[in-house]
């Protein structure tokens, strides 16, 4: 694909997962702009090197696209969107705009294959039907006092549908969620096999003793 702006975060962003970002730098200002008025992504990967403000930071090679869904502005001067990641991709080079945007060119990464939840993986699909029903509790009772972020910030941190019949989808919402360091949510990331990607939750899950 042609160039591609990236936003470099100490974050690893997964296919088909929710990506809440508060923007008010003018660089990702302007990106954000261009992005929305064009309907295209832009692109995620997590810092190597450096801070997601300031001067340009360093990145891994691989990350994942990201599109816009919503946004809203309750601040001059501060944006609130939420994303949606989309396909991979591994750079192959970047260049620092004027403005110190890292652009981009990047090779899309195919989609995993799916395949339906199996009976040794269950348990992960159970134990993510948990977590979801747990956070919308939550989030009713923070609507209730009033205490949500806006219609941007201040909702679940999946998206709908939840395909929990899905080895993909269950296997990226779970790495999202585990406690582990961010280098290991890329190189989980990373995978492209979904099943063996799942294979490494449950085993780091049953070793934790959260699933038996």
Not at 18 to 31: G, I, K, Q, T
Not at 43 to 50: K, N, P
Not at 180 to 192: I, S
């Amino acid at each position: 694909m042609n160039s591609l702006p990236l936003f470099p975060l100490h974050a690893v962003l997964f296919p088909e997962g929710v990506l809440p970002l508060r923007v008010f730098e003018a660089r990702y200002m302007d990106m954000v702009r261009d992005c929305m008025q064009r309907d295209v992504p832009f692109g995620v990967c997590l810092i190597t090197a450096g801070a997601e403000v300031g001067s340009v930071a360093r990145t891994e090679a691989v990350g994942c696209l990201a599109r816009i869904v919503a946004w809203e502005m309750q601040q001059l001067g501060l944006l609130h969107i939420r994303a949606v990641g989309g396909q991979r991709f591994r750079v192959r080079s970047t260049r620092v705009q004027p403005n110190q945007l890292l652009l981009a060119d990047v090779d899309l990464i195919a989609p995993d294959a799916d395949c339906a939840i199996d009976a040794e993986h269950e348990p992960c699909a159970q134990l993510l039907a948990g977590v979801i029903d747990d956070l919308r509790a939550q989030l009713e009772q923070k609507r209730r006092a009033g205490l949500t972020e806006g219609n941007v910030l201040g909702r679940l941190p999946f998206e709908e549908p939840f395909r929990l019949d899905s080895s993909v989808w269950v296997g990226n919402r779970l790495c999202e969620i585990l406690p582990v360091p961010l280098k290991a949510k890329q190189k989980l990331m990373e995978l492209e096999d979904a099943r063996a990607r799942l294979q490494i939750i449950t085993q780091y899950l049953r070793q934790h003793a959260v699933l038996k």
